[in-house]
């Protein structure tokens, strides 16, 4: 995991019973990307955000899955004033 906001999730070698998660990892958030969901949210107890996953294999050939967030935000508009107006 080189990058922020993006992840990985391997398969689970050590299932010790049937409840474990088959597959386990981790998800590294840039602080600053999670600060501004959180005052998106605007009152909302919940902060959606999407991910994209890839099904890969390890470099033990295990079975993975690659992520990567992906919640879109338009960028805002700025109306500039054109200077030729009057």
């Known amino acids: 995991m080189d990058y922020t906001n993006t992840g990985a999730l391997f398969t689970s070698l050590n299932k010790r019973n049937e409840k474990a998660p088959d597959m386990n990892g981790n998800i590294k958030f840039d602080k600053a990307y999670l600060m501004d969901m ?30 990567k967030v992906n919640t879109y935000v338009k960028p805002a508009v700025t109306q500039e004033r054109d200077p030729w107006d009057d």
């Open 38 to 67: 959180i005052n998106k949210a605007e009152g909302s107890d919940e902060v959606i955000i999407k991910i994209d996953g890839w099904v890969k294999r390890d470099k033990n050939n295990n079975r993975m899955v690659s992520l």
